[in-house]
């Protein structure tokens, strides 16, 4: 079992920044690609940001040249830095872990990006 924490939502003005944390533990060795993701009301989640084992990382296209995803392997945490934010970030965002084909989901960390 792999178990996941998010912290660091809040609120914001239009412009701002946040950084979100991701604590993993259990067992965690095996996790392949660790990741964030977001939903809006009314809309599905959807994939914001990954990071590979190997350290390679992917950027959705809506998100790209403001956020940044990054990890520390000592203290086994994945972070995700948002700048510029805009009120269409606002969303319950996910921390994600895959291992040997499973997904595992932390409880969400709410940002609210508003004037």
């Known amino acids: 079992q792999v178990q996941l924490v998010e912290s660091g939502g809040g609120l914001v003005q239009p412009g701002g920044s946040l950084r979100l944390s991701c604590a993993t533990s259990?067992?965690?060795?095996?996790?392949?690609?660790m990741g964030w993701y977001r939903q809006a009301p009314g809309k599905q989640r959807e994939l914001v940001a990954t990071i590979t084992r190997g350290g390679s990382t992917n950027i959705a296209d809506s998100v790209k040249g403001r956020f940044t995803i990054f990890r520390d392997i000592l203290e086994n945490k994945v972070y995700l830095q948002m700048n510029s934010l805009k009120p269409e970030d606002t969303a319950v965002y996910y921390c994600?872990?895959?291992?040997?084909?499973?997904?595992?989901w932390g409880q969400g960390t709410q940002v609210t990006v508003t004037s």
């Open positions: 259990g067992s965690i060795f095996g996790i392949t690609v």
């Open positions: 994600n872990g895959q291992q040997r084909g499973l997904d595992y």
